[in-house]
């Protein structure tokens, strides 16, 4: 029991983090709240379903083509979506909602409204003192790890990482020193989805692919960055593990826990937000005038 | 009496009240429209489709009067249909009370489940407030599942009285209630409270300053939203004689966003707008139902590419100018302002 609840706590948590740790950047940088976010998590799980079950390639070559799409699509909304209505901050939000929209609905067209599944990479299982892991998770724990270590590297020790961080600060300064604002933000995006298509790409064979599962993870990020602080990366880590752990409990441990578990982490949120309104790691906000 | 109620001055106050702008002839042949459909047409779909859109109005302008106005971001106004919707449910199936009564009820409980979340969310700010208030229908979601005894649980309340014993008077109510309600909420936009809205959104800091309690005024905004979208929660659940968790559920939040964004919002004639066109062609595409959400998501981005202030916000300055010297707003083509007689053209110098 409590052995599997910390290693779905930690999967969940992991996989939470990339999807949070993605909106948070994409926050930051060009101040998007960007709903299509786990839309595009979706579209990775689909894409190896499309490769892998339909087409019948090997499913590590489904994995890196959805992982090589994914961003590209990204880019593509970012550019003709996002970037020609940027000033108007709440246009944009509907945007996104539309846009998460309109793939759920080409995904419904694609492949039914079904439940689809996924074949697992590898096969089989590791005994740690006496409890059952499988390489499929243990594989998912490491990957999450790998990635989150590498936007670490990325974002603290080069210099796109620097002016990501810049722009994030204070958008007209970094402008100011001669960063190409517009392209350090499209950068950024496609760095955010490609880390939701990691995240798809990792649940694909863990759980169901359905057009609707965008939906729940969104509401948990959305949970996960405001309890970490908006735009804080380091907040966001701690919110995915805390809620990711939280979830899990839950539905462990409480009866029709299923239907609880949005409820619960969302109240966790709520009580952090009364005591700290900017989150656990944010900066309290200037008053933008 | 008799002069004032004269066919001349009625006909005058005509010309010189509402054919001067265009914006106020099409509000004035929209509801002459909707108030004569009846007599034209009684096919019950019809009727059905123009009832959902004038309740779904009032919620979408509800939104507008909070979300557009103060600029306080609210992503879960679900919440306030919601909780309407299963109050007035649960009053007339267990208590037997009669629409008339459960409407009003159900939306002092919104008021009430308004200022629950709008307490503790005015310390929040932003982007905080918008993912903070996402969270409360979701949470009252998961509490209806775990009390199915009241609530129903995923099966909802069902067994509800009817708004009105015909379909033609359904219409009416709903129809009548939607065009008194959105005048109101225009009306409180335009009141000095409603410039206090305004002034709150654009700049919190000055209105604190000039000696008003912003956070007063905020949570008489959340009241007063909370209901007007009460009273639309109310009649929905009378209207389709079943409250269920769909009432909750984040995309009817999201529904209401969409509609007044696309409409245009600080405008309420916006967000009603917005359902009027969206909703009915909702409804229009079942004829294609695979594509149907499709080509609403399609239509959605695309114009709003073209117009991100909204629909209304682009044809109203398509059609109107304002005058540069009283600003009061005027029919594109005229050359001088019916109201100062300043010439149109001319470029007033802005204080260098």
Redesign the interface.
Known sequence: MIENILINGLIHGGVYALLAVGFSLI?GVARI?NIAHTAFYMVAAYLIYAFATRLGLHPLIAILLSIAIVPLIGILVYRL?IE??Q??H??V???T???A??F???M??LFGGHFRGNPSLFTGYLVIRGVRVSYQHLLTLVVVFLVLMATWWLLLKTRLGIAIRATAQDREVANLMGMNVSQVAMITMGIAVTMAAIAGVLVAPLSVVEPYMW?HPL?MI??I??LGG?GSIKGSLAGALILGFVETLVVFLIP?GA??K???S??I??VV??IR???LFGVA?E?E? | MAGFLSLRRIRLLFQKEILILPSRTIAFLFCLALLCLPLVTKDPYLLRIVIFSSIFAIFAASWDLLSGFTGQ?NFGHALFFGVAAYTSAILNLRLGLPPWATIPLGALMAVIAGLLVGV?CL??????L???T???P??L???I??IPEITGGELGVSGIKPLASSRIATYYVCVILMLGLGLLMWKIGDSKTGIIFHAIRE???AVRASGINTTRYKLLAFSLSGFFAGLSGGLYTHFIRIAGPSTLE?SLS?QA??WA??GG?VTIYGPIAGVFILYPLMEFLRILP??R??I???T??IL??FM??GLTTWARDKMEKECPRCKARNGAWRNTCRVCFADMERQVASGS
């Open positions: 926050f709240v979506t020609p209505i000033e108007h709440v246009t939000l509907i945007v909602i539309a846009v929209m309109v759920q609905e080409i419904l067209l939906l509401v959305l949970a960055v405001v908006l029709l239907f609880l949005g409820a619960f969302l109240t949120m709520l937000l009364l309104p900017e989150g906000f008053e005038r | 971001m503790p310390r929040l700010r932003g982007p905080y918008a993912l903070a996402l969270a409360f979701i949470i979601m998961g509490i599942f775990t700049d919190e800091l984040v999201f966003i969409i964004i696309f919002v695979e594509i959400t499709l609403f998501g399609l959605v981005i709003l590419l991100p202030e």
